[in-house]
């Protein structure tokens, strides 16, 4: 799909062997939003059909299982002994990491909902021995696209429920669940500069920002956002989160690359966490350029970003911060 996801998904092997936990956590909830997304997404597309829409608008598909079976021998035993070094710790850890990767809601193409509850833990199914048994050019599976497919995904749907309307005297449970949800999806406020003037988004991560991300992104669960600029990759910034931290990436098929706002040039494919008061990218400026920032940028040309943090409750952690302006 792109060729910075090679890195991420092809060559993950390496990332396993240098025993680099982090990378291989970053690896993992990438692949596991996308196949969480496509289980759920199959599961309702299969039986939205029975409902008519109108039933389908004023109800939800509660998720009753997600299960994910490891193609590769070798991801089988790194997933297996990552979440056993992490439970001795912490014994919810499990959860906590699946909250990484679980949207609150998933949409099919005709309206159906399916809501994930909070206290929801999808199942792995580890099985080493039978990963064994198969030869090597079935240890796993390849996509049309020629990239490792590591998970193979099932999801289970119940019987649709009414949703909670606002002035209703009861609240179902699983209503309670998804509206105390809210406070843990992560979500950033972006503030964007570009030929269309200013403008604010709120976006969940993980979002994909270029000239054109393309639309097949979707599939993997990442949110495109569009910058009309001049100067700007058609891939030019990606942001994700891991747990409780959020980070951005220069990915190494950008032909350009930002600006931080202290005037630092980004290094393609170095991950940059992404502080608490937020972070100013003036994108679209060629890796070899010195030059520093002037009172001459225009966003026509290169555009401005604001990564600006939400805090759990869903309101903004600076209490002001200032719409990109030209500098």
């Excluded at 206290?119 to 049309?144: C, H, N, R």
């Excluded at 964007?192 to 003037?197: N, R």
Aim: charged share 30%; hydrophobic share 35%.
């Amino acid at each position: 799909m792109f060729n910075w996801f090679k890195k991420i998904f092809v060559s993950y092997e390496k990332i396993l062997s240098s025993n680099n936990t982090d990378n291989f956590a970053d690896t993992l909830l990438v692949e596991l939003k996308a196949s969480s997304t496509s289980a759920i997404t199959n599961a309702v597309n299969k039986i939205e059909g029975k409902y008519m829409k109108s039933v389908l608008e004023e109800s939800y598909f509660p998720l009753q299982s997600l299960t994910f079976v490891p193609n590769d021998i070798e991801v089988a035993r790194t997933l297996e002994e990552f979440f056993r070094v992490h439970e001795d710790i912490n014994p919810d850890f499990r959860k906590v990491f699946c909250k990484s990767f679980l949207q609150k809601e998933y949409f099919s193409d005709r309206g159906a909902k399916v809501i994930i509850d909070d206290e929801f833990v999808p199942i792995f199914k580890i099985d080493v021995s039978s990963l064994e048994e198969k030869s090597e050019d079935e240890k796993y599976l390849i996509s049309i696209r020629g990239r490792k497919i590591l998970f193979s995904s099932h999801a289970n749907l119940g019987n649709p429920k009414k949703s909670y309307r606002k002035g209703d005297s009861h609240l179902n449970i699983n209503a309670k669940s998804e509206l105390n949800k809210i406070k843990n999806e992560v979500v950033v406020k972006l503030l964007i500069s570009d030929k269309d003037g200013h403008r604010s988004e709120d976006v969940t991560l993980p979002t994909l920002i270029g000239k054109n991300p393309d639309n097949a992104c979707i599939d993997f669960g990442i949110t495109p956002i569009y910058i009309r600029a001049k100067y700007v990759s058609r891939h030019q910034i990606f942001i994700y989160s891991i747990l409780d931290k959020m980070f951005y990436i220069v990915p190494d098929e950008a032909t350009l690359t930002c600006r931080n706002g202290e005037g630092e040039i980004l290094e393609h494919g170095k991950n940059y966490s992404i502080k608490r008061s937020g972070e100013r990218l003036y994108l679209g400026v060629p890796p070899e350029n010195s030059r520093p920032l002037t009172a001459n940028v225009n966003p026509a040309e290169f555009p401005v970003l604001e990564i600006q943090p939400f805090s759990h409750e869903g309101r903004a952690v600076a209490d002001k911060t200032p719409r990109p302006t030209v500098v």
